[in-house]
């Protein structure tokens, strides 16, 4: 019996822009732009399956954006 185990961690930072505008801000609109983050991933062949070593994986480039609109 093989059993793998895989264990992946997102970090993200979004920077965003915004603007309001009405009584209590009633409208916003804005977009955000990746600023930084982190993705790492580790698999795990367990203590059973001795013929394989454990994987992880650390990536260093990550890219996203995100728009809102909010009334």
């Known amino acids: 019996v093989l059993i793998l185990k895989e264990k992946t961690t997102l970090v993200t930072n ?10 209590n801000y009633s409208f916003m609109w804005g977009a955000g732009v990746l600023a930084d983050g982190k993705l ?14 454990d ?15 909010v009334v």
């Open 14 to 23: 979004f920077t965003d822009l915004a603007f309001g505008i009405g009584e």
């Open 40 to 53: 790492d991933t580790s698999l795990s062949y367990g203590n059973v399956y001795s013929g394989a070593t």
């Open 55 to 69: 994987e992880t994986i650390k990536h260093k480039y990550l890219s996203g954006h995100s728009i809102f609109l």
